[in-house]
């Protein structure tokens, strides 16, 4: 994590201004701005990052696991990049979550322990017991998977962890579900709009489909080497 | 020592509470106590006991809680961060040195079990403990307080507290009369009355 970050994406810059007459109150998906810089460029401590996450651990349980309910995504094994530009755009306002915004509060984590958690949660081990879907229309969520989302999350949905694209294997079936409808429905500020365009047409059966193909991707990782 | 066998022989009620104050606030600083020992003696012991296992409900166990949480609020009562009607009027009898003596003296005790006084409304609030509530934002108390209750350096103890003492807490950061920790605000504020009765009494039986 001591990379620098600031090189961040023109294009997705570009494209969103683009879209941005659609929704007035869309903001930049992934503008640099003063804090998440500022954790970005800190050097994260896992073992200070496995205390700090106590006072997560409430609501996304005891190993970052989540739940299969979908109302608490899983963070085990998520990317560096992607836990911090979330935390810090929830905590910012820039994406909306209210459940969670009073426990992301300055007086409750410090920039350095934004840093210590997202190093904590990388490194833990994510095993293969996630929700899933009713596995009734695969072949429509692969399908649509790699035309459309493979680009970006990976064929095996590993993400990327320097495009801040999350890793989407081991993730709950309804918390995709969740998210990506709210995606596609404009309601999630923070949202790359490449992504919004992507899926703007699905229909629930298209993202219920996807999301269950997402939710059965492999949860072992290739090392992603930045 | 007069004032401190009239102390020691009555039971801390809060109907009494005036009447135990005057002392208090009378008493010189010279004989309150040039060591913490005195101080748990003539003062702390009353109402919470010697060995920190209070035996009225409405006064806090304080065996067995961590000591940087203890001291922390002994700080907050000093500053007036944390208002109660005894302890604030207390508070300012007790020389601030005292303060980490006293969380020494207190947390190491050996904390007394509790007793669930209604088995159903107990099990009721096991899975509030255990898994929060999901649909109004609750997180598990166990997040942060262990399973066990038996808490950290910076959350404290539960376990075996007394129900209308937990009961009164939750209250008070609910309406926002106790506001010394951001995350335990929005916690009470999230819990529903019935919630807060049946955490507590589960948490009576950790």
């Given at each position: 994590m001591t990379r620098h970050w600031l090189g961040l994406p023109i294009a997705t810059l570009a494209c969103s201004l683009a879209i941005a007459g659609a929704d007035t109150s869309r903001i930049d998906w992934n503008a640099a701005y003063p804090e998440k810089t500022a954790v970005l460029g800190l050097h994260g401590d896992a073992g200070r990052g496995a205390e700090a996450f106590v006072i997560c651990q409430g609501c996304h349980r005891v190993g970052a696991l989540g739940r299969a309910d979908g109302s608490y995504p899983r963070l085990?094994?998520?990317?560096?990049?992607v836990l911090i530009k979330q935390l810090t755009d929830v905590r910012s306002g820039r994406r909306t979550n209210p459940k969670m915004l009073p426990f992301a509060d300055h007086q409750v984590i410090s920039v350095q322990?934004?840093?210590?958690?997202?190093a904590y949660l990388q490194a833990l081990p994510v095993p293969a017991t996630q929700g899933q879907g009713a596995g009734n229309d695969l072949a429509r969520g692969a399908r649509l998977y790699q035309a459309d989302c493979a680009v970006c999350h990976g064929t095996r949905g590993e993400g990327n962890v320097d495009k801040f694209y999350p890793r989407v294997s081991g993730q709950h079936f309804r918390y995709l579900l969740r998210e990506n409808r709210l995606i596609r429905d404009n309601q999630r500020r923070n949202a790359n709009p490449e992504m919004i365009g992507v899926i703007k047409n699905y229909t629930d059966d298209d993202?219920?489909?996807?999301?269950?193909?997402?939710?059965?991707?492999?949860?072992e990782m290739v090392k992603q080497v930045p | 020592m007069g004032y401190a066998n009239i102390i020691l022989s009555l039971t801390c009620k809060r109907a009494r509470a005036a009447f135990l104050l005057a002392p208090f606030i009378l008493l010189p600083v010279s004989l309150l106590a040039a060591d913490a020992q005195d101080t748990v003696t003539t003062i702390c012991a009353t109402c919470h006991g010697a060995d920190g296992n209070s035996t009225d409900p409405v006064n806090p166990k304080l065996a067995g809680m961590g000591q940087e949480y203890l001291l922390r609020q002994l700080n907050a009562f000093a500053s007036g961060k944390r208002r109660d009607e005894i302890m604030s009027a207390i508070i300012a009898s007790i020389d601030s040195n005292d303060f980490p003596k006293l969380a020494a003296y207190y947390g190491p005790k050996q904390p007394s079990p509790g007793k669930v006084q209604n088995q159903q409304?107990?099990?009721?609030?096991r899975p509030l403990y255990e898994d929060g509530n999901t649909d109004s934002g609750v997180p598990a108390c166990a997040g942060?307080?262990?399973s066990d209750g038996r808490g950290n350096a910076r959350f404290p103890r539960l376990a075996g507290q007394h129900q209308a003492y937990t009961v009164k807490q939750l209250n008070d950061y609910k309406s926002g009369r106790r506001a010394t920790d951001p995350l335990m605000t929005t916690v009470g504020k999230r819990l529903t009355a019935d919630e807060i009765k049946a955490v507590a009494e589960y948490i009576a039986g950790l």
């Open positions: 085990a094994g998520q990317h560096a990049s322990e934004i840093a210590d958690i997202a993202i219920a489909a996807v999301a269950d193909f997402m939710s059965r991707l492999p949860v | 409304l107990a099990a009721k609030g942060c307080h262990q």
